[in-house]
């Protein structure tokens, strides 16, 4: 499967500000996604990004939120922006591989 | 909304088959069963996945019932390191593509 690395793997940040983590995938792959984790809880996912298109946000997240950028085949970032204490989670990069779904270590956040 | 049901938390002694089971009764005939742990601080790893055969690999068993309503994993001798939560999920087909949604998991602790 391929290697997916995410950078920042963790932040403090203050609230009002905005973050960018960034995920890097060791082969092209057309298909990547976005998730958050809050503390305690299972996956949720946010956006699906396919290269050379608008990504698509599912209920409840919204672009000027979470915009997402996906420049290439191997590399996509997510914006936290305006951030809050309820913005606290673990985020994760995903891509897909034929029937399977592999995910990044994941950037802990943590707002104050 | 999650489609899948499992009990929160399991213990197993180290050295024995760990059973997790999964009651997934409202799953559609072309929806496949996935399943993923997540090791503390780490992004989930996928294990198994599928539709109504019984699957093995290298990390576990998965056990379909006929009517497909339930599965069970199966790690065969569990250890230490098996410790985390794991996660049955259903792909479900949407708008043209697929998608995992996401239950609550199990959280699985061995025991030595």
């Known amino acids: 499967s391929a290697v997916i690395s995410q950078k920042p793997s963790r932040d403090i940040c203050q609230r009002g500000t905005s973050l960018t983590i960034q995920c890097q995938v060791d082969?092209?792959?057309?298909?990547m996604f976005w998730y958050r984790q809050q503390p305690g809880q299972s996956l949720t996912l946010i956006a699906t990004a396919n290269q050379g298109s608008e990504a698509t946000y599912e209920s409840g997240f919204v672009i000027d939120k979470f915009p997402i950028s996906r420049p290439n085949l191997t590399f996509s970032t997510l914006t936290v922006s305006n951030m809050s204490p309820e913005d606290s989670s673990i985020y994760l990069c995903s891509i897909r591989q034929t029937e399977t779904q592999y995910f990044g270590p994941g950037t802990r956040l943590l707002v104050l | 909304d999650a489609k899948t049901t499992q009990p929160t938390s399991m213990d197993c002694a180290e050295g024995r088959a760990a059973n997790l089971p999964c009651n997934h009764s409202?799953?559609?005939?072309?929806?496949?069963v996935y399943w993923y742990r997540q090791i503390h601080s780490q992004g989930p790893q996928y294990i198994i996945h599928?539709?109504?055969?019984?699957e093995t690999n290298e990390m576990a068993s998965l056990i379909i019932t006929e009517d497909r309503k339930s599965s069970t994993l199966i790690l065969p001798h569990a250890t230490l390191r098996d410790t985390a939560v794991y996660y049955c999920?259903?792909?479900?087909?949407?708008?043209?593509?697929?998608?995992?949604?996401w239950g609550a998991g199990t959280k699985l602790i061995i025991k030595p």
């Open positions: 409202t799953i559609s005939g072309n929806e496949y």
């Open positions: 999920i259903v792909r479900v087909f949407f708008d043209s593509n697929y998608q995992l949604i």
């Open positions: 599928g539709l109504k055969n019984n």
């Open positions: 082969s092209q792959v057309t298909m």
